[in-house]
């Protein structure tokens, strides 16, 4: 079955340190997103990518790094430079130009140690 | 940037009617519907082009006016399991940018 896997579902982050959330798509789909949600709040785009080695900033970037070498794969990296990290974070996945949903992985929940 | 939802929250009874609205400033290629329950990912509803047509899931549907940049999701006779927080999500015509409203918070009791 086609789909959309993060992993892990949770992480613990120390002071100082970089984590990275993994994002892997088997449907195909061209475009990928980052979302971030803080509790009761709605999805913040953080960064997404058209197509392979090409990404774009969302409304919250500072702080976090993706990188996108393989059209299946769009982790997200939180530097040491985000100081409140502690949120959801949702990996989504569209194939733009097929009229269809954003396709979402299960989620990862970050906290701070 | 962000569509604007209203209301922000709603509480219904079991069987009764509601309607979220989402608002965007920029001109608009779609509308999508998402339902989210607590902890989880959302879940998709239903897709609007544009051309004002409106679509229906089971007991909710939804409509998209692309002269105002709105749309509007009806959902009738509420059932339990309808609670969750909804959101849109807006295409805009260029730039294949995709953003997600404000969301709102749907209750229902028995």
């Known amino acids: 079955d086609g789909g959309i896997t993060q992993s892990p579902k949770y992480l613990f982050r120390k002071e100082g340190q970089n984590v990275t959330l993994s994002c892997e798509q088997n449907l195909n789909h061209d475009a990928m997103y980052w979302y971030r949600q803080d509790p009761g709040q709605g999805l913040r785009l953080i960064y997404y990518?058209?197509?392979?080695?090409?990404?774009q900033k969302g409304d919250i970037a500072e702080g976090y790094s993706v990188s996108r070498e393989k059209k299946e794969s769009f982790p997200l990296t939180v530097t040491s430079a985000q100081k409140n990290p502690t949120a959801f974070y949702l990996c989504?996945?569209?194939?733009?130009?097929?009229?269809?949903?954003?396709?979402f992985g299960d989620g990862t929940r970050l906290s701070i140690l | 940037q962000q569509p604007v939802q209203s209301p922000q929250a709603v509480i219904l009874r079991e069987g009764e009617d509601a309607v979220i609205n989402c608002s965007s400033s920029?001109?608009?290629?779609?509308v999508h519907w998402y339902r989210q329950k607590h902890g989880e990912a959302p879940v998709f509803l239903m897709i609007?082009?544009?051309?004002?047509e409106q679509k229906g899931h089971e007991k909710i549907s939804a409509s998209f006016n692309e002269k105002k940049q709105q749309s509007s999701l009806y959902l009738t006779a509420s059932q339990l399991s309808y609670s969750g927080t909804y959101f849109c999500?807006?295409?805009?015509?260029?730039?294949?940018?995709?953003?997600f409203g404000t969301g709102t918070s749907l209750t229902v009791i028995p």
């Open positions: 990518s058209q197509i392979v080695n090409d990404f």
């Open positions: 920029k001109a608009l290629y779609s």
């Open positions: 609007l082009l544009k051309g004002g």
């Open positions: 989504a996945s569209w194939g733009v130009y097929s009229n269809q949903p954003q396709h």
């Open positions: 999500g807006t295409e805009r015509t260029t730039g294949n940018q995709f953003y």
